[in-house]
């Protein structure tokens, strides 16, 4: 397996899953008094801050080269070839409605999102607020997940 | 725990590729015999039938099942027979777990690196002290990823978008060791996913001989899914 298909893989996971999934959304997902809310939610902003988006930043450092197909071809076709079908998979979908191009894009909208909802609940750690919060990472979680575990072939 | 490996009418060269010094060589008629499996330990018999046994012989595999069944209790569970082929036997399934049918091709002279390794893993997995007899100890002779059907597939995929596929499918039968790992890749995932595999590699060469690459390409997709895993 080509390397940088498997970095893909692993940070992925590593954020989606080990981040996302079981440190924040865990916390998010569980309601509580007032002060308690307060704490978690600074914790939650502190992870954020400090761990999710410097391996999110790394993670999406990875795309779209992780996913062209020209990873598995390089044996067997000329740069030229590659070059073409390189492109051709930059304007397939890589989920649904979402072409592979645009997939970073995307991601940082979602990013942008759920930082700001973090924030706003950590400023008033309301149950409004937290459910808010949840919901944005929980897409960004989302939109991970459905990412391609491999290449995109047009 | 130790392993006595029996060499049953190949003459392939087991001892160099399992990196063990004693494979001892047996008849065809002697695998059956509860005589062969004397002492301790487990025994794996690679078992190579040619002519005597063709993928999809079905009633044969019963046969040696209820051959398997029928060694005493005293060996019985200690007792592995390994089936293979020049072809690989995609369309043949023991119903016992000690028992198997390797799905991808034995060359009679080489074995492919990451073939050796999977022998070898399977061979130190049977001398563990661990329970094997539950069949996953086969596994082990399978590789955990299917990197070149993947590629095999994106190759297909990509015909369309290059001047000289012809050239690049041609380079593909001519180096035939990816093929081979395409379709050993390819047989184990059919299998995990209880997909009929009836493919053998000579007919995907055939196909891909006669430019028919669409038809290898569905076979491919129907197994790995349309973006390769």
Not at chain 2, 122 to 146: H, I, M, R, T
Request: glycine share 6%.
């Amino acid at each position: 397996m080509p390397v940088l298909l498997r970095e893909w893989r692993r940070a992925r996971a590593n954020v989606a899953h080990d981040w996302l999934e079981r440190r924040l959304l865990q916390v998010l997902n569980t309601s509580g008094p007032p002060e308690e809310l307060q704490k978690r939610a600074s914790v939650c902003l502190e992870a954020w801050k400090e761990s999710v988006i410097p391996k999110l930043a790394a993670t999406l450092k990875l795309l779209p080269d992780c996913l062209l197909p020209g990873l598995l071809l390089r044996e067997f076709l000329e740069p030229p070839d590659i070059e073409k079908i390189d492109r051709a998979a930059l304007n397939c979908a890589a989920i649904p409605r979402l072409m592979l191009k645009d997939v970073i894009s995307e991601a940082n909208r979602l990013s942008v999102d759920a930082g700001v909802a973090l924030q706003a609940y950590a400023s008033e750690a309301t149950a409004d607020k937290r459910l808010a919060a949840f919901d944005q990472v929980m897409k960004l979680r989302r939109f991970l997940q459905q990412l391609p575990r491999s290449v995109v072939l047009p | 725990m130790k392993v006595t490996v029996f060499d049953i009418n190949s003459g392939r060269p087991w001892g160099k590729w399992l990196g063990i010094d004693a494979v001892r060589d047996a008849g065809i008629e002697e695998f059956q015999d509860p005589a062969l499996y004397q002492g301790e330990g487990r025994f794996l018999a690679l078992i190579h039938l040619g002519a005597l046994l063709r993928d999809g012989e079905a009633e044969k595999v019963a046969y040696f099942d209820r051959c398997g069944e029928d060694l005493p209790e005293s060996c019985r569970h200690r007792v592995w027979w390994l089936f293979y082929s020049g072809a690989g036997y995609s369309d043949l399934h023991a119903s016992t777990s000690n028992v198997h049918y390797l799905r991808y091709l034995v060359d009679t002279e080489v074995m492919y690196p990451e073939d050796e390794a999977c022998f070898r893993r399977f061979l130190a997995q049977l001398g563990s002290a661990e329970d094997v007899g539950d069949g996953k100890l086969w596994d082990e002779l399978y590789p955990e990823g299917n990197h070149s059907s993947s590629t095999l597939l994106a190759l297909l995929s990509v015909t369309a978008h290059v001047s000289d596929a012809d050239r690049v499918i041609d380079y593909v039968l001519a180096e035939r060791r990816s093929l081979v790992s395409a379709h050993r890749e390819y047989s184990a995932r059919a299998s995990e996913h209880g997909v009929r595999s009836t493919a053998t590699i000579e007919e995907w060469i055939a196909k891909l001989s006669a430019r028919k690459y669409d038809e290898v390409r569905l076979q491919l997709e129907g197994v790995l899914g349309h973006v390769p895993d």
